[in-house]
């Protein structure tokens, strides 16, 4: 495993990887059933509604499952999305549904990666909110707020506490979520414990995925998005029939197994070919959603089971084909 990976390792959650049980429980299912209590009072806004809340919980191993199995199965969509991309006979120029299987498979690392660091984005329905709000009441800490609203939220472990908050937009706010997470990753590469070069060639990995996220003024780091919306709505970047204005190297474009090499082996530099960019960053994050599951997996003696009987039992399926 490359270093920059062993030093990324040391700011996970490892816990994670150490899950050796078959319950099939994820976050939302947590939050649902309630084995935690509130750290402060909720604070009302608008119609004595409120978008935030802390949990403070006591066990756990039951939330280590959830992100666990929440992991496993956004890392299976995530590989499964790439290896699922090849070429039609008949249409041998067509990267249209490759493009967005592309974007599909570093969306869904994302999400696998932001577990694997303790957070998360969920869409957190009634019967979910509806239980913290249960408990706040039960413990006085409710604030008069009279409902707590549902859904798309972003959550963050820091000690044994969980803290929400309401984003609004699932893809856009994931991908700025994500941001978050490599700066937060930038900013204490120099609290591992490594080689100076090899905390230098972590940052330049994830400053390097930062900077293609932002690429063409996207705030939010939202930029795969952009194009992903592009390519499906409008139909632009000679991806459709009858491929006009095509810059990108269709060939290379259907390439489905890249991402098993290093993370840090593509070329994020690319300017003025979106599709090339696309290709090169999604195989990157998967890439690095892949390795640092590896990583922890097989450093934690490939005890996990979630893991086991999903990201690394199709991994081998799809070796073995």
């Known amino acids: 495993m490359t270093p ?25 299912a947590w939050v649902a059933n309630g084995h935690y209590l509130l750290s402060n009072t909720l604070v009302p806004s608008a119609r004595n509604r409120t978008v935030e809340f802390e949990l403070r919980f006591q066990q756990k191993e039951i939330l280590h499952i959830s992100l666990a199995n929440d992991c496993n199965r956004f890392a299976q969509a995530a590989i499964e999305s790439m290896w699922s991309i090849g070429k039609v ?13 592309m974007y599909y498979a570093a969306f869904f690392s ?12 969920s869409q957190l329905e009634n019967d979910h909110v509806d239980k913290v709000l249960e408990i706040a009441k039960a ?9 707590i609203e549902n859904g798309f939220y ?33 900013d204490n590469v120099s609290n591992t414990t490594g080689l100076g070069a090899h905390k230098s060639e972590a940052v330049t990995l994830i400053s390097n995925i930062k900077a293609a996220i932002h690429k063409s003024g996207a705030a939010k780091g939202n930029w795969p998005s ?32 890249e991402w098993m090499k290093n993370p840090s082996s593509f070329d994020l530099s690319i300017n003025g070919n979106d599709i090339s960019l696309l290709y090169s960053l ?9 390795h640092l ?11 996990s089971l979630p893991l086991k009987n999903g990201t690394f039992r199709l991994i081998n399926q799809l070796q073995a084909a």
């Open 4 to 28: 920059e990976i062993k030093i990324l390792h040391q700011l996970s959650m490892n816990e994670i990887f150490e899950v050796n049980s078959s319950t099939e429980s994820d976050l939302k």
């Open 89 to 101: 006979s008949q249409l041998p120029k067509s990267t249209s549904w490759a493009s967005v299987q």
């Open 110 to 121: 994302v999400h696998a990666i932001l577990r694997i660091f303790g957070q998360a984005c």
């Open 139 to 147: 413990t006085e800490l409710d604030g008069g707020v009279t409902s």
């Open 154 to 186: 972003f959550s963050s472990i820091s000690n044994n506490e969980m803290k929400f908050k309401k984003l609004k937009d699932s893809h856009a706010d994931t991908w700025s979520s994500f941001s978050g997470l490599l700066i937060w990753l930038i």
């Open 226 to 257: 952009q194009v992903r919306n592009k390519v499906n709505y409008q139909h632009t970047h000679g991806v459709w029939y009858p491929y006009k204005g095509a810059i990108h190297d269709q060939e290379a474009v259907l390439r489905n197994s």
């Open 282 to 290: 999604s195989n990157s994050i998967l890439s690095l959603m892949y």
């Open 293 to 303: 599951m590896k990583y922890g997996y097989d450093r934690s003696g490939k005890v």
